[in-house]
């Protein structure tokens, strides 16, 4: 590894410790946040109970609850499922026969 890429790297570890000691503030512009998708008003706006929307989406309903209760969040397919389907409501008729 190259000395430059490794003190970054090193620098970057350090400045990690020092935010979560508390030391020092994480910079704003620095925090990104990406918004995660309403399952419940999702799952609601299609007509479904947690059951079917599960189903649907190949997910158990304990996660689905989880999702709901934001015990949990969603990700990898699941999250691009659930922003498809917010974008666009009617790939659920698709969804539906599959």
Known sequence: ?????????LSSINEMVAIEKGETAVNPENVHR???PDVKS???SIGMNQAEFAKMIGASSATIQSWELNRRVPS???LRMLCLIERNPKVVE????I
């Open 34 to 36: 990406h918004a995660i």
């Open 42 to 44: 999702i799952r609601k």
């Open 76 to 78: 990898g397919m699941a």
């Open 1 to 9: 590894m190259e000395k430059k890429l490794f003190n970054d790297l």
């Open 94 to 97: 698709t969804l539906r026969a």
